[in-house]
C-alpha cells in the first residue's frame, strides 16, 4: 500500500480544514486507516482511527468532538475533517495502514504503511 496525504496548510484558530489520503493497492478495502501528528520536538501521536468497514472510529480525547475520520473504499481514499483547530494541533499529519488490523487501532506500531505527511499550521 502506498499512501499520498494532502490538504494541510495555514488556517487561522477556530478554522477548517480537510485532510485527504490517497492509497493505491488492493489491500486498503481490507486495512484500518489511521492519522497521527507530530508536532516539533515531540513524539508522533495518534489522532484518529477507522477500521476497514468504516463502523469503528476512535479519536485522541483532544480532538474528540472537534475532528471526523472518514474513508471512501470506491475512491481508496481516507479523510480527517478538522474543525474549531487551536494552535496546539499544528504538526506535521500523517496517515497510516494497516491491514487486517481489528485491534490496537491507537497503537502507530501496528501500522504497516506510512504517507508522507502533511503540514498543518494553526495561527493564534
Known amino acids: 500500500v502506498q499512501l499520498q496525504a494532502s490538504g494541510g496548510g495555514l488556517v487561522q484558530a477556530g478554522g477548517s480544514l480537510r485532510l485527504s489520503c490517497a492509497a493505491s493497492?488492493?489491500?486498503?478495502?481490507?486495512?484500518?486507516m489511521g492519522w497521527f501528528r507530530q508536532a516539533p520536538g515531540k513524539e508522533r501521536e495518534f489522532v484518529a482511527a477507522i477500521t476497514w468497514s468504516g463502523t469503528g472510529r476512535y479519536y485522541a480525547n483532544s480532538v474528540k468532538g472537534r475532528f471526523t475520520i472518514s474513508r471512501d473504499n470506491a475512491k481508496n481514499t481516507v479523510y480527517l475533517r478538522l474543525n474549531s483547530l487551536k494552535p496546539e494541533d499544528t504538526a506535521v499529519y500523517y496517515c497510516?495502514?494497516?491491514?487486517?488490523?481489528?485491534?490496537?487501532?491507537?497503537?502507530?506500531?501496528?501500522?504497516?504503511?506510512w504517507g508522507q505527511g502533511t503540514q498543518v499550521t494553526v495561527s493564534s
Open positions: 497510516a495502514a494497516s491491514p487486517g488490523l481489528s485491534a490496537y487501532y491507537t497503537d502507530l506500531k501496528k501500522y504497516d504503511y
Open positions: 493497492g488492493r489491500t486498503f478495502s481490507s486495512s484500518a
